[in-house]
């Protein structure tokens, strides 16, 4: 197994198992505290700020591990809810689960070639009502809390996409920094390669050639 892959084995196990662990955690947090403040004057239950990551986190697992490895996860954090919150809780979790998989799905699928962060933010807002509205009125009998919900999960996933995003910034530019260490070479990171009149990339060779030679030459025989 490449040092790549075994990388990127390791980040869709991390992914996928955190997926997991976040679906029983927010359905004992909503099962223990079913009112917490997400906003001035406004409510919702206190699972709701681990279903925002929730909502990443399985994104995140389906680019690494793939679809079947997130359906599997979710069937397993599902199951541990009925063990984790009260039957109530966890029957109406899996009921919006099921909802939200299968919207943010359609919508994931739909955006992914127009590049990840996208697809990530539409199909989870995409999912995030209608999840929302399912589970509140399984759960609560009442949509009273739908506008807290909303807006904790938009906090928390809006908060995760920045992350990511940082994440990926931080890991390009380490790229293009210290291509050397990678192994890369400027143009594998997509430098621009500048060429002098005779063809020769204006890096020099690994000899240290001077990219105009001509000139340096010229600048030699001026020189006392």
Known sequence: MTGHRARRLTAALFATSGYLATIPTANWLTTRYPAAPVAPGVLAPAGVYVVGLTLVMRDVSRELAGRTPVAVAMAGGVALS????????????????????????????????HGFTIALAISNAVGLIADSILFLSLAFGSLHYLPGQVIGKAWMTGAAVVLLLLRRRAHHSGQLRAPGFSGATPKAVGW???????????????????THPQQNETASEAMP
Not at 86 to 110: G, H, I, K
Not at 192 to 202: A, F, I, S, V
């Open 192 to 210: 621009p390669m500048r060429r002098d009149g005779g063809g020769h990339d204006g890096f020099g060779d690994r000899a240290g050639t001077p």
């Open 82 to 113: 009925y063990w984790t919150a009260n039957e109530t809780v966890a029957t109406a979790s899996a009921a919006a689960y099921v909802l939200s998989e299968s919207l943010d799905f359609a919508a994931y699928e739909w955006l992914r070639n």
